[in-house]
């Protein structure tokens, strides 16, 4: 009989490691953003016009 309780923590085991790695890799992307200079790092919403021409894409 399979030891259910063995497969349980492997599977919680990893999925801990993969959330902790999304998390580790979304800082790393923010820290980057923050560093960047300002002009550089400005991002500008997207008009009616500009959200079709980038859903075409």
Known sequence: MPDYKELYL???RASEEAVNHLIAAQQECE?????QDEQ???MEPLTKG???SAEAE
């Open 31 to 35: 820290e980057l953003y923050l560093s």
């Open 10 to 12: 492997k599977l919680f």
């Open 50 to 52: 500009r959200a079709r």
């Open 40 to 42: 550089e790092g400005t």
